[in-house]
């Protein structure tokens, strides 16, 4: 928790549109000492950044009016500024005490974020952001509001765009766009506390004597000027079972917890004091007096527990660690506090307003620091060990080797030294019900910060900048054991899971430690990462976590680097491991780079210049995308984002497009590789394509395209259908083919570009051998696409390969499966379209446009006659082959039918009748000897006496017949006359083909066979 020094003027005195005090956010019963229920917050004498709840919380200046000096006098001398007058009272009857002890209301709030309208920069239309990799800025601002003249002058910044750094250029359009917003108070609280807490005296020194007013006092010639006592530390906590408590730290040993807002139901009433050099047990008093240690404690000196009451508590030694104190909300609904100190680490919980002390976590070795992370409730602590051997360790000790000559060498060889201490990490999780917590094994940072000295005669001594022997953080540069600093151990929460980040490890201080904090397994992973180059200076890099990436920005080097720990963890050497590096090119008055430009973790940037502006800010893909190498497969990196489904679609296609333009197979190889594994773990994405591509399979076809359209590559085909929120870290394929295959292939169908169609139709082929490699299914469309972009392509051999294996594999899965043997294929009835696939597999034969050979068309027929019967639409693949002209196979397929009646009549309601039968048999004899023709016509005519021997029935009805040629007509008659015939019903419903028989032997016999007269 940060102490901002000076304090930030949060909320302006002479601002009454700001945030107000008013009678919902004041706790009831102190509503009588405030002067009205919507006084505004005055100047805040202290401010804290609380990073765990994301807010500022201020104390009011104290500003004496004529009613608080009514109700409570002072005198000269009541107030002591030391510590030794907060922890005790002065009388042993602690009513007397409360009755007569002094005591004044202080006041609290905090501040938080605007929920609503945030104003939000858009970078893809703002040309002046491309430069800076943050994006949407939300301007809080805690100061007077601009007016709206002065607003319009000082944001017109179009006529000095090349002048402005993109942060300023971001901040001023956000701020144009949507006029700064304030702070609004989350939490505003005012209650009582004695006045030694409350106040302390400044003593000034004065000429002369003169009148007094109601706060200040006058002897001679001193003057006592009674101002607001600024705690160390103060810390709200979250709003359990209708309470909320106030941690106050007054001394490195002292903590006061208050009850500041509750229901009616609830007692607030009760302050708690923890002094861990008194005893670590919470003492309660009211809020008017001073806990009474002698008479709270339930320890005495010759108290058998004392012992193990005082655990983990060294007299004299132990103190709380700067920022110690943290609330934690359990899931019991039980609220703890948490006191990182020195030695220890205490846990105190309050249920039903009782507070005690429930666990004490002893440490090995004085803690240097901790770090928290409140999402996981994770607790990491520091403590300083020796890096050295033991037996080594020992004799330094004992003063036998000076470690001044340690990894002294050769003077004229260069030494490798390691660092004499490192820090050992504690991990503490609270995630469970209180008082319970898990731990992790002990871990260390800093191991890998070797140092190599040139010359170790012009190496400094190990001192301070004053001289003294205090080697402080701010000393580093001279310290000659590069050991690690509190300052560059930062623990962040990435992706539901807990990392703890060093900078400035790997030798000479270039590279970043990643451990990651895995309580389900209850073990940690290590990884480290080294940034050439780069300064790791912990007094100018900064560390934070915006939209789960690892943000180092560098002040030395006016660069940022983004890094994705999925990719560094990730074992697969396809993802690029390095870091995203971006330069800030503008220079300006304002950049995220300069000194007056605070970071707050994980992503705020205060201007601590003005004291007034706050920015929040985010990723700006575009140019993080742009930054990337253009061949590293980035594709996973942006479907991790937080940003919207659209706008992560539009930059992988762009991505695509880009490699396919620039022929990069070998990159785009990599890329669906990638990809597909990430598709391979979700099953939902692989359900959601079997039943989403169908719609694609004539698009997919490539048939009846329009060649006078223009396609453009870098939108979609129509409306891409998106998955739901589980699948959205895959690409699925169906995105895959409405994103990027169709839209290029279709593009070189249109344009003719014969060899952008092979290099898609190799893509194509590629990713569908990728799927079928982790065993997954290849949907109807993919396989579709495939097909049609090879026999466009011309390659017939690899199309001819391609399709005889796929009949084969069907093949294979079959007889596995009568045979029970386990197998991953699935055979095509069980995929959905697979129906549809084989009748688009026949318009694929038929067309015109494509013209396949007659091998390629015969396999075509052959394979979708397949899939159809092994999908049960026998009665389908009969209609296809007629529609093929494959009258042969279509008679052979019908005679294998064993269940004839039932089938022949649904083969009639799909449309496979007698006179379709003959009319393609019609159709082909055209191409046939004379011979040929009659072995036809007998075929079908025995085939159609078994299949639908009705058609030979005789029935009567009224034809038309044309007396043209009648040499005995008369000249009144019609040319075409109606009279009553009896023939087939085969011969009332299709014209008998004379013309194909030559003979009229062989005409008159077929025309008596089937029926014709």
């Known amino acids: 928790m940060a102490y901002l020094q000076p304090p930030l003027t949060i909320i302006s005195s002479d601002n009454n549109d700001h945030a107000k005090l008013s009678s919902s956010t004041t706790s009831a019963r102190h509503q ?93 239309s703002s040309s002046e952001q491309r430069y800076h990799p943050f994006e949407d800025y939300n301007i809080l601002d805690g100061g007077d509001d601009m007016s709206d003249d002065n607003s319009q002058e000082d944001l017109d910044t179009s006529h000095k765009t090349n002048n402005l750094s993109a942060f300023e250029s971001a901040a001023k359009k956000a701020a144009k766009e949507h006029k700064n917003k304030s702070l609004v108070t989350e939490i505003a609280v005012s209650f009582q506390l004695p006045s030694s807490l ?34 160390i530390l103060a810390k709200f906590s979250p709003m359990v079972n209708g309470v909320r408590y106030l941690a106050l730290q007054y001394t490195p040993t002292m903590i006061r917890i208050a009850a500041v807002e509750g229901g009616q139901h609830h007692n607030t009433d009760k302050h708690w004091t923890i002094d861990i050099s008194l005893d670590p047990n919470p003492i309660a008093s009211s809020p008017k007096g001073l806990a009474n240690f002698d008479l709270g404690s339930s320890m005495t000196f010759f108290n058998k527990s004392r012992d193990k009451e005082n655990e983990g508590i060294i007299t004299g030694t132990t103190t709380i660690i700067g920022g110690g104190i943290i609330w934690c909300k359990r899931a019991n609904n039980v609220l703890d506090l948490i006191v990182v100190t020195t030695t220890s680490v205490l846990l105190y919980s309050i249920n039903n307003e009782q507070m005690t002390k429930t666990q004490v976590v002893v440490l090995e070795h ?75 094994p002990t871990f260390a940072v800093g191991t890998l910060r070797e140092k190599t000295v040139e010359d170790k005669g012009n190496t400094p001594s190990p001192q301070a900048r004053d001289g003294s022997d205090n080697v402080t953080s701010d000393d580093r540069s001279n310290v000659e054991e590069n050991i690690i600093f509190p300052t560059e151990v930062s623990l962040f929460n990435f992706y539901g899971s807990i990392y703890c980040v060093e900078i400035g490890s790997l030798g000479n201080g270039h590279g970043i430690g990643l451990t990651e904090l895995d309580n389900d397994s209850s073990c940690i992973r ?107 497969c980035i594709i996973p990196f942006l479907l991790r984002r937080k940003a919207s489904k659209d706008t992560i679609r539009s930059f992988v296609m762009e991505r695509f497009s880009a490699a396919i333009e620039a022929r990069d197979l070998s990159s785009l190889r990599q890329w669906l590789g990638v990809i597909t594994t990430k598709y391979a773990s979700n099953a939902r994405a692989a359900k959601w394509d079997y039943e989403s591509t169908i719609s694609l399979l004539s698009k997919a076809s490539l048939v009846g395209l329009d060649r006078t359209a223009d396609v453009n590559t870098t939108s979609t085909v129509g409306e891409v259908m998106l998955p739901d929120s589980s699948c959205v870290e895959t690409v699925t394929q169906t995105e895959m083919l409405q994103m990027i295959l169709l839209p290029h292939a279709m593009a070189a169908v249109n344009d003719r570009n014969s060899e952008k169609l092979r290099f898609v139709s190799s893509l194509s082929v590629h990713y569908l051998i990728e799927l079928e490699r982790l065993f997954l299914i290849p949907c109807v ?4 696409l495939v097909i049609t972009l090879l026999l466009k392509a011309g390659e017939q051999d690899e199309l001819a390969s391609f399709l005889s294996a796929r009949e084969t594999q069907r093949t294979i899965t079959r007889r596995r499966r009568q045979l029970d043997l386990p197998t991953n294929n699935r055979l095509y009835s069980e995929n959905p379209g697979a129906a549809a696939f084989a009748e688009t597999l026949f318009l694929i034969a038929t067309n015109s446009e494509t013209e396949p050979p007659s091998s390629i068309k015969k396999q075509l027929i052959s394979l979708g006659t397949v899939i159809l019967i092994e999908c049960g639409s026998t009665s389908v693949a009969v209609k296809c082959l007629l529609t ?8 052979a397929l019908c005679s294998k039918r064993s269940k004839a009646n039932k089938d022949t009549a649904e083969a009639k309601s799909m449309g496979s009748q007698a006179k379709d039968f003959f009319r393609v048999a019609a159709k082909t004899a055209k191409g046939q000897k004379e011979s040929d023709r009659c072995k036809s016509f007998y075929h079908l005519h025995c085939f159609l006496k078994q299949y639908d021997p009705t058609c030979f029935s005789l029935d009567k009805r009224k034809v038309k017949v044309s007396r043209m040629e009648d040499k005995n007509k008369s000249a009144f008659r019609k040319d075409i006359s109606t009279v009553i015939v009896e023939q087939s019903v085969l011969a009332h419903e299709i014209r008998f083909p004379d013309e194909l028989f030559s003979s009229p032997q062989y005409c008159r016999k077929f025309r008596s066979m089937f029926g014709y007269t």
């Open 32 to 124: 009588q000492h405030s002067k009205s229920s919507v006084e505004s917050f005055r100047l805040p004498a202290a401010t804290w950044f609380d990073e765990d709840q994301t807010h500022f919380v201020a104390l009011e200046e104290r500003i004496a009016d004529p009613y608080e000096s009514r109700r409570t006098s002072f005198t000269s001398g009541s107030l002591i500024s030391g510590f030794e007058s907060l922890i005790t009272n002065t009388t042993d009857d602690p009513d007397e005490e409360e009755s007569s002890a002094e005591f004044e209301v202080v006041r609290y709030q905090a501040f938080g974020l605007p929920r609503q309208n945030i104003s939000k920069v858009n970078s893809n």
């Open 198 to 231: 409350a106040n302390v005296e400044n003593r000034e020194e004065q000429s002369t004597s003169g009148n007094t007013d109601d706060n200040t006092t006058t002897d001679d010639d001193t003057t006592v000027m009674l101002a607001r006592r600024i705690p």
């Open 366 to 440: 004085p803690s240097a620091s901790f770090w928290y992370e409140p999402q996981s409730k994770t607790l990491v602590v520091g403590s300083y060990t020796s890096n050295l051997p033991r037996n080594l360790s020992e004799s330094i000790s004992e003063g036998m080797i000076s470690s001044e000559n340690m990894g002294r060498g050769n003077a004229s060889s260069p030494t490798v030294s390691f660092p004499i201490a490192v820090m050992s990490m504690k991990t503490l999780f609270f995630r469970g019900d209180s008082p319970t917590f898990q731990t992790l």
């Open 526 to 632: 290590v990884r480290q990462h080294k940034i050439e180059n780069l300064s790791m200076n912990s007094e100018s890099v900064s560390v934070g976590a915006i939209d789960n990436l690892l943000c180092i920005i560098s002040r030395e080097n006016k660069v940022t680097h983004f890094i994705d720990v999925a990719d560094i963890f990730s074992d697969d050497r396809r993802v690029p491991h390095e870091s995203i590096e971006v330069s800030e090119l503008a220079e300006g008055d304002v950049s995220i780079y300069d000194e007056k430009i605070s970071f707050l973790a994980p992503s705020y940037f205060l201007n601590t210049e003005d004291q007034g502006l706050l920015y929040q800010v985010g990723i700006s893909l575009p140019l993080v995308v742009k930054s990337a190498p253009p061949t590293a």
């Open 781 to 784: 469309a993919l396989e579709m």
């Open 884 to 891: 093929a002209d494959q009258i042969s196979e279509a008679i």
